[in-house]
């Protein structure tokens, strides 16, 4: 799902502006009820990711156990590395409430597109934690100037509701018995 950015936007104002009533009212809403319920979304440093180590890896752990395909398990490190890599490329915010981080999320500068890359959350919450984590990338996105934001293929209903599109995508397939490559083709 791909949002392309209006060069306009200078803030998540602007973009909320170019969206028509109903989806500027959803978007609204979950910033109100997130606010409401105590939570605050801020970019954590290498310290801060450091710090929360484990609970990155447990609230990744959650969303990757709900996935239908699961090749690999990230561990919490691999995000604390990321960021320590990747510093002007690598943007990774969370939502706390009362200390405790409940959500994050990360993104990627690839030329001039913004790719929200991992998310993790705590599915026992109830607030839209998901969702903010998408206005997230969006916020982001809009931060680095990109042309757009690329927001994964999973849970295309939110994002079409947040003005993202399904791109063309494409599958390689490689069959064990290489004769048989031909006929998959």
Known sequence: ?????????????????SLSSS??????KTLQQLEVAGYRARELSVSELEANEARLDAL?????????????RLSGRFFV???????????????EKDGQLDAFG??????????GYYLGYDKAVDAPLYLRLLISVIEQAIAWRSSSASMGRT??????????VA?????????????LNWAVG
């Open 1 to 17: 799902m791909q949002l392309v950015l209006d060069p306009a936007w200078r803030t998540l104002d602007g973009y909320l502006a």
């Open 23 to 28: 989806p500027r009212r959803a978007v609204k």
């Open 81 to 95: 590395e990321l960021k320590r890599r990747l510093p002007d490329a690598c943007a990774m915010f969370g939502l």
């Open 60 to 72: 990744y752990g959650q969303v990757w156990a709900n996935a239908e395909v699961r090749p690999l």
């Open 155 to 164: 849970s295309e209903e939110p994002k079409a509701r947040l003005g993202a």
């Open 106 to 115: 990360v993104c990627l500068k690839s030329h001039d597109t913004c790719v």
């Open 167 to 179: 791109g063309p995508s494409s599958l390689w397939v490689k069959h064990r018995v290489p004769p």
